[in-house]
């Protein structure tokens, strides 16, 4: 079961920007890839930024640095010294549980973001800390597996768009861009996962069904509580008249922001089908628990007469004929068949059959 709250316990008392990682190490060994790109060149190395710092790259020279996995924090106070990155914000990037935000410093802008992936089990989470700088672009990943910014290096390597001629921020602009692309998948698993379930409640709802609903209701609000505040970074990033973001680059972040709009009706709109999913099935185990205690009282109805019957002649009475008559035994049990059968046929005239 997916827990809802990372531990913080081991973090409570100690000052403010102490570096602790809260959450799940999921790549000890953590891999650094810096990409340079102008309009012409593309360089990409694997530098061992422990050691040295990166060389500023020439005027005009946009430097992507991508760093997957998150269990070294000596690598993070190493990157914070190098870039004058505040220990508040290297905090942050420790911390896998933050909330989607955006805050602007002196020289950059920093945003967290999660990315969302479809597995067989369900949807696994990922926090994605952006660090945007002048011609310079930090991303921190938890190091899942797989590398969903892939296909922005393609279109780096192969000058697809105009991503090479942009800046820094248009790098940025399209890395979060891929991660709400990626809300849309998870969205269509769950939407498919949901038709499924409504085929078997209007077939044959079971304990399993029930159990599925609930299952898919706490997906939705994990998946809720990662995409709702995303919509006011996106505004946030829109009205801050920042340096950092052109002019050029609002323009795609409002098709962003109505991209973030669409994704959030979609989750709101499947949570609506699945408390509807909710109610068909408590009504439909209400009514064949409804179905068969009519069955029931109609079964005692038809016995108690049955019982009625046998009990008068059970008390023997001096001057009762029947019970010397040589046809006394047949003529009662066909008048209890005649009885039933008759019952019968008024439940069924009544339509309570």
Not at 55 to 61: A, D, R
Not at 123 to 142: K, N
Not at 227 to 256: A, C, F
Request: overall charge negative; some cysteine.
């Amino acid at each position: 079961m997916r827990k809802l709250l990372k531990r913080r316990s081991h973090k409570a008392g100690l000052s403010p920007g102490s570096l602790v990682h809260i959450g799940e190490v999921r790549q000890a060994v953590p891999r650094i890839d810096v990409t340079s790109y102008d309009r012409e060149v593309v360089d990409i190395s694997h530098p061992d930024l422990e050691k040295e710092c990166l060389l500023p790259p020439p005027e005009g020279t946009i430097t992507w640095v991508n760093v997957e996995g998150l269990g070294r924090l000596e690598l993070l106070k190493r990157l914070g010294d190098c870039y004058g990155i505040h220990p508040l914000v290297l905090e942050d990037i420790a911390n896998t549980d933050q909330r989607p935000k955006a805050e602007e410093y002196d020289k950059y802008l920093f945003v967290v973001l999660k990315m969302l992936t479809p597995v067989d089990s369900g949807v696994v989470s990922e926090q994605v800390s952006l660090v945007l700088a002048e011609e310079r672009l930090l991303t921190f990943q938890e190091g899942l597996d797989g590398d969903p910014f892939n296909p922005v290096r393609e279109r780096l390597k192969n000058a697809q768009g105009r991503i090479r001629s942009q800046g820094a921020d248009f790098l940025a602009y399209s890395l979060m861009d891929v991660i709400v692309d990626n809300y849309f998948l998870v969205l269509e698993k769950v939407a498919d996962n949901i038709e499924v379930m409504e085929e078997e409640l209007m077939r044959d709802p079971s304990q399993r069904t029930l159990a599925e609903i609930y299952r898919l209701k706490r997906e939705l609000l994990f998946i809720h509580k990662a995409i709702w505040p995303l919509r006011e970074v996106i505004n946030s990033m829109i009205r801050r008249e920042s340096p950092l973001i052109k002019e050029s680059t609002l323009i795609y972040l409002r098709d962003l922001y109505d991209h973030t709009i669409q994704v959030i009706e979609t989750v709101e709109t499947l949570r609506d089908m699945l408390s509807g999913m909710l109610d068909i099935y408590l009504s439909s185990v209400s009514y064949r628990m409804n179905a068969v205690m009519k069955v029931l009282t109609i079964i005692a109805t038809i016995f108690m007469t049955l019982t009625f019957i046998v009990g008068l002649y059970v008390i023997i009475f001096k001057y009762m004929r029947e019970l010397v008559w040589h046809w006394g035994y047949p003529a009662v049990m066909l008048l209890m068949v005649l009885i039933s059968v008759g019952m019968l046929i008024f439940f069924r005239r009544k339509k309570w059959l």
